[in-house]
């Protein structure tokens, strides 16, 4: 567990890599179902600081306006590989926690890339559903004409978004488990998700009120900023997991008192 910040440094490593081609992919496989800039500014302007926000726009800008095939299949192909190296990575990482040897091999490969492609479209699923969710909440209004849930959905997608990142963690944690442990799942997931959105926030804003950090890093700045808010994601990732091996042994442990 000592080892948590180098393999979160690694790990975010891999995110970097992944985050701006599944950009492309998400932006392709949506379409016009994609948030509008100014929606879009203001949601993750809640999460990250202001200038990644600002890059990440002006990059969803040129891919509107060089969107292509050779693009999509390219950012796809680089999303795959580079999201199977991360699952690795955080798989070889559960089980240095757990003190077993690490997994390597033909089958291993293939099962990342498999789990890439299926977070693929589960992340395309959830982005769907909080882009698309208020219909839901306007549907209930309709019908319960004495709570206007739909002036709601400012704060509920939070939650919504909350949710999935409990089952996207969870999935992850399942998946990297030894086959014959007996895995904790929920309380890594749970305390991680809330961390994440906690430590977002509060990141977001201090780098709000900071206002001398672009003179170090001059335009690599919000690049770095990207990053380090992608290393703290996956340090929080590997924490939660470290949660559930602990978990796992103190059971383990009060198991083999009785």
Known sequence: KEKLPTRAAGLSYFLTMTFFPLLICLYTMLGS???ATGELRDFLSLLLPVETVTAIID???????NLSTTMFVAALVVLV??????????GNAAYDMRGGRRRNGLWELLLSLLFSVVFLLALYLAVLLVVTGRWFLDFVDRHF??????ASWSWARFVLLWLLQCVLLGGIYRFTAPREANARILPGAEAASTLQVGVSILFSWFIGVSSR???????LASVILMMLWLYLWGLLLLIGN?????????????????
Do not use: C, M
């Open 33 to 35: 179902l994609f948030p």
């Open 59 to 65: 990059f969803l800008r040129y891919v509107s306006d």
């Open 81 to 90: 590989t580079s999201a199977s190296a991360a699952f690795r990575a955080v």
């Open 145 to 150: 004409r004495y709570w206007n849930i739909s």
């Open 213 to 219: 950090y672009p003179l170090v890093y001059g335009s």
């Open 242 to 258: 470290a949660l559930n091996i602990t978990l796992e042994q103190h059971r383990e442990q009060k198991d083999q008192t009785k």
